[in-house]
Every structure is written in C-alpha cells, then in structure tokens.
C-alpha cells in the first residue's frame, strides 16, 4: 500500500513539473531532460533482457524503429485525415494509443526474436540479434509507405514532458516488479545458470521469450516518443550505434540493476552533449571512441558495472 | 547467359575475400569459442598499412608484381602485430571471465578501432593507389570479361588458403592450436603453451585480414574507416555458414555468401544485399546451427 503510493506520488509530481516546464519546452535543457527520459526506457528495457535474463541482445534499436514508425505512421495518417482531433483533449489518449501499439508491434517482433533464442547462446544470439536491427533498417529503407531512406515526416509533436516521464514511471515500475516476481526470479535463474533452472523446473523457453517480448514493448514506446518528438523518422537513426549506446548504458549501470540503468542513461545522454562543444571544434566523433575505450576499461577493472545488481533504494521501500 | 556468368565471376571474387576474413574468424573461435569482432576493423586496417606503405614506398607512381607482394607483407606483418597487441590487452586478462564480458570487450575494440580510425585516420573516404596493374586489358569471350585483377586476387588468396591449410594441419604449430581448441586444460598439462598458441592463432588470423585489406583496396580502391564492419559481418556470417571452427568450412560458406550476394545484386535488389547475409544467418542457425561442415557438440552438464 505504502509503496503503490510512492509510485502514484512520482506519477503526480511528474505531471506537476510538466506545467512548470511546459514554456521552455523547445529550450536546449528541456531537450537534455526529455532525451534522458526516453534513454532510462530504453536502458531499463535492455536491462530486463541483457542485464536480469542473461540474454545479450544487440538488436534494441531495430525493436525502438519498430515501436517509432508504427505509432508515428498511425498519428501521422490520423493526422492528415482529421487535423481537428490533435487540437482537443483527445490528443492524448490517442497518441497513448498509439504508443501502446507501437509497443505491442516491438513486442510481436521481440517475440520473432526470442524464438531463435531458444537455440542460441551468448555470441551467436547477440550476432542473430544484431542482424535482425540491421534487416529492420534495411526494409525500413526499401518501404516507400513510410518514406524509405528519406524517412517518415510530418509526424505530430505529442511528445512533451509529462507524456515521457509517466513512460519512465511506467517502464521502471513494471520491470521492477517483474524482476521482483516469481517470474522475474525464474529470469535470474536462467542468467545465472541455464541447466539449472530448468532442472529445477523453470520453463527457460517462456521465460526467455517473455523477457524479450517485454523489453521489446517498451521499446517500441520508447521509438513512438523519440519519433513524435523529432516529428521526422529515418531508417538511419536505428543503426547499430544506436544499439550500442544503449547496451553501454546497461554494462555502465550494471547489469541486472534498475537504478544503475537510470544513473547511467542520465549519466550518459549528459556526457554526449558535455562533449558537443569539443565536437564542434574537432569535428569528430569523440564519443564513441570514449564510450568504446569505458566499456573495455569497464570490462577489464569492473565488470559487473557501477551498481554491481545492487539498487540505489532499499528493497522495502519500494517492493 | 553471359550476364549469369559474369555474376558468377564477381561472386567467386567477391567470395574469396570474404574467405581470408572468414579464416581469422574460424581460427579464432575454433580456439576460443570467440567472436573477435574487431576482426573486421584489423581487415580496415590492414587496407590503411597498404596504403600508406605504398605511399611511403612511391609504389603508386610504379606499379609492379613485386610491389604489391612486398606491400602485402607489410600489412599482413602490421595486422599481425595488431593482431597479437588486440588479444594481449584485451582478451587474455579476461580468459576466465564470463562469456559475456569478453563479448562485450570484444565490441568495444570494434568500435574503439572504428572510431579512433576515423580520428587518426580521417573519416572521409581515401584512394587505395593501383600498386600493380596486370598487363593486357579485361580477358574472356564475347560479352564476358573478367577483369585480370579479379583473377589474381582469386590466386593469391587461394594460394594464402593453401599455406594455412598446410600450417594447420602439417606443422608443429598447427597441431598445437588443433589440440588447444580441442581443450584448453589437457594441451597446457600435455606441454602446450597455451597463451603463445592463442597468441599466435590471433597473429594467423588477422595476417589474412591483411592481405584481405590490401586485396579489397585493389578491387574496390575507395577505403575508409568503416569499411571493415560490413565485410566482417558477413564474413562472420560465412563461417558459420561453413560450420564455425572449421578451415575448409569458411572457405565453402564465403564462396557460398559471395555467391548469393552477387546474384541478389544482379537479380534483385542491391538494397536488399546487405541484409541477406544476416537472413542467411538466422536461417542456418534455426535449421543447421553447427553449419554445413561442423560437427555439433553435446553439451555437458
């Protein structure tokens, strides 16, 4: 009861400062702030997968672009049909709806991919995953129904603060508690020891799967947001760099841990525009050549990450 | 009917490149069930050593034979010793670490060469300069012509699988690194060392990537940093298609992979090239995961 309170005030505070911020929205800060809110459900997501359930998938960016072009391709459409329903309150229920289907087509895709996963292991189920990303981007580029290489434009701008930060909310709160249920036990089992837990009687299939489905899902919410912001979509966007931002900010944090996840993807969505000013002078890249030189420094001195499978908040506080 | 053989000519030359990659890969993994994702990036490099070897050399003003084998020495002797830095910095502290951080280490030297490439290296693309040109222009019968250079690349490489082939298989070293993949554990208590035998396997392997780089810039002469990515993806690709571990095995499945890419290209759609090595991948591992020359292996609990 007391905890279930905790999230609902979170919840509540989250909308309060959306009206306090709402004026600044297309300042610099404000974008900072609403990148690092679609980062945390992106590398919470992950985390479920890569992080509690042991399965390295190097895909998330091709689930993201799915979950971003189907809800980004209903709004867009809706909105070129009937302009009228953007400008009332049922905007936002629609675009809720959109973001859920976005969702449920990433998940339905994460569980094409969790199939295979059944009978891969480690580097081969990373490589497999990668190049279902690249496979995604590659018909993303060749479907002229959602632009092709010049991306999908003219999508609304639903996405604002309130609308990001009730989906970090939701995210961290749904795989919180998965990781805490008997299901998301049965996910740390398969992580630590595969032919034990299904000695054991965990059905290592479903618990894969689910894993994947469920990471997919947000996702795929997490693309709809990142679409509805930028108003434009390419294929592009979802390269295997995108991927890889995403999985640093899980080995960062450490996988298996929640808050590490959300310490991290702020952490890093910082560092990347800390680093802008020296990019511009240089004109170079920096930033992955710093974050590939962590994740093998990481590798070498810490492995289990920042926070370890440790959380930032007691268990009770927040079970 | 000429058009289907001119596609099957750029197949096979296409093919034996991704061959000498796939090699490094099918070495490496034999030995320690790695993926060595930086393998691609040491085959960018080794396209770089090439170039500016020949640069330094004056090679680019007069082309000849002797030319381009010294300058493929070079490289291959370059990739070597990167070869040999990448697994002494980054592998061997983590033999005993959990598969997966070694993965994610591995991703990192990826992108770190990647990366640190285009800095060092710049990031726009550069002109690998024709070190030989084979006399005569392009050689066949009627429409079909066959471009010299893609024979002697065909050659070379070839020639480059012969000589590993004998190295596994006929000398002292070869039976080191077949009885360490075999078990680490037995080979260093029968004598082995093992660490100077993986250490060596890294240098086999990534020498070919060499040679590799320096035969991609003649063919195709615009190199850049991420040039090695694609290339090593696919030919990851065909080493499992080949059955992962296996010599002869890499060398069937990049022929194979070329192949496909080739026609694909020729009959299809060439967007749709570059994702067909990742849907052939994912085929051969739902239906045949040890490959078509592998041997699957039970596992013990």
Request: aromatic share 10%.
């Amino acid at each position: 009861m007391k905890s279930s309170a905790g999230w609902l005030a979170a919840l509540a505070a989250c909308w309060v400062m959306h009206f306090f911020v709402q004026d600044y929205s297309r300042s610099y800060y404000f974008l900072i702030f609403l990148y690092a809110g679609i980062n945390i459900v992106l590398a919470v997501s992950l985390n479920l997968v890569n992080g509690v359930t042991g399965q390295f998938s190097m895909g998330h960016a091709g689930f993201m672009s799915i979950g971003g072009y189907v809800s980004c391709y209903l709004i867009t459409q809706l909105f070129q049909r009937s302009p009228a329903l953007f400008e009332g309150p049922l905007s936002m229920p629609i675009f809720a709806g959109a973001l859920v289907l976005g969702g449920i087509a990433a998940a339905i895709a994460g569980y094409l991919v969790g199939l295979p996963s059944l009978r891969l292991k480690g580097d081969y189920l990373a490589i497999v995953t990668l190049g279902f990303g690249e496979i995604i981007r590659v018909i993303l580029l060749n479907v002229d129904a959602v632009g092709g290489a010049r991306g999908l434009g003219g999508i609304p701008n639903l996405t604002s603060f309130g609308v990001v930060y009730t989906c970090v909310i939701v995210t961290v709160f749904c795989v919180w508690r998965i990781i805490r249920s008997a299901q998301g036990r049965a996910l740390l089992a398969v992580r630590e020891d595969e032919i034990a837990a299904s000695a054991m009687g965990v059905n290592t299939t479903r618990s894969k799967v689910s894993a994947f489905v469920i990471g997919a899902f947000f996702a795929g919410i997490a693309g709809g947001l990142f679409g509805s912001w930028l108003t434009v979509l390419t294929p592009q966007t979802f390269d295997f760099n995108k991927s890889f931002e995403i999985i640093i900010m899980v080995v960062l944090g450490g996988m298996g841990s929640v808050s590490g996840s959300i310490v991290a993807a702020i952490f890093l969505t910082i560092i990347r525009e800390a680093l802008r000013p020296l990019q511009d002078i240089t004109k170079l890249d920096f930033r992955m050549i710093i974050y590939s030189l962590m994740l093998i420094v990481l590798m070498l001195t810490k492995p289990r990450g920042l926070f370890g499978s440790r959380e930032l908040v007691k268990e009770k506080e927040l079970a | 009917m000429t058009e289907f053989v001119q596609h099957i000519v750029n197949g096979i030359s296409l093919g034996s490149i991704y061959a000498l990659i796939a090699l490094g890969y099918t070495l490496v993994f034999g030995i320690l069930q790695l993926i060595n994702f930086a393998h691609g990036d040491v085959f960018m490099l080794g396209a770089f050593i090439g170039l500016y070897s020949s640069k330094f050399f004056g090679f680019d003003q007069n082309p000849s034979l002797g030319a381009l084998v010294l300058i493929m020495g070079i490289s291959m002797i370059g990739c070597a010793a990167i070869g040999y830095c990448i697994e002494r910095l980054a592998y061997r502290p983590l033999r005993r670490a959990p598969r997966i951080n070694v993965l994610i280490t591995a991703v990192g030297v990826s992108l770190f060469l990647e990366f640190a490439g285009q800095l060092f290296l710049g990031a726009d693309p550069k002109f690998f300069p024709q070190i030989y040109q084979p006399a005569g222009g392009d050689m066949g019968a009627g429409a079909l012509k066959v471009n010299p250079l893609q024979v002697m690349v065909l050659v070379i490489s070839l020639a480059l699988m012969t000589a590993l082939q004998y190295v596994v298989f006929k000398t002292r070293l070869g039976r080191a690194m077949r009885a360490v993949s075999f078990n680490h554990e037995y080979a260093s208590l029968m004598g082995i060392p093992t660490d100077r035998v993986i250490s060596y396997t890294f240098m086999l392997g990534s020498a070919l990537a060499g040679a590799a780089g320096v035969l991609v810039g003649l063919i195709y002469p615009k190199i850049e940093p991420l040039m090695g990515v694609l290339p090593g993806l696919k030919a990851f690709v065909a080493a499992v298609l080949g059955g992962i571990g296996n010599v002869t095995g890499a060398v069937v499945g990049a022929i194979t992979l070329g192949l496909a890419e080739s026609l694909v290209v020729g009959y299809w759609a060439p967007t749709y090239r570059d994702a067909l090595a990742f849907a052939v991948l994912i085929v051969i591992l739902l239906i045949k995961p040890a490959g078509l020359f592998g041997t699957g292996r039970t596992e013990k609990v």
